[in-house]
Nanobody
């Protein structure tokens, strides 16, 4: 079973940056498609960024329109980690952010989530 642990959340002012990290326990980390989801209070969890395997695929990235141009997802297979660099943060980015590992369309594991609050 893959264990995912997120870190890096916190309180940030509007317009500021924040970087989230997600570490994985799996030795086959490089095969997974990794995604960052978020869930705001009272809303459904949504996929905001994903990065394909760099071993089984092209390592391509995809972003939700709401974060495109502001957020960047990246991965380091040697460190078994995926990152989410968030810039120009807005109050509406406030949410619990979750890391996810998937094989194809099959979700393998979720992290416990990390809170991001954007407020002055």
């Amino acid at each position: 079973q893959v264990q995912l642990v997120e870190s890096g959340g916190g309180l940030v002012q509007p317009g500021g940056p924040l970087r989230l990290s997600c570490g994985a326990s799996a030795s086959v980390f490089g095969l997974y498609t990794m995604g960052w989801y978020r869930q705001a209070s009272g809303k459904q969890r949504e996929l905001i960024a994903s990065i394909a395997s760099t071993i089984a695929s092209s390592g391509s990235t995809n972003y939700a329109d709401s974060v495109k141009g502001r957020f960047t997802i990246s991965r380091d297979n040697a460190k078994r980690a995926v990152y989410l660099q968030m810039n120009s943060l807005k109050p509406e980015d406030t949410a619990v952010y979750y890391c996810n590992a998937a094989l194809g369309i099959r979700s393998i594991s979720w992290g416990q989530g990390t809170q991001v609050t954007v407020s002055s």
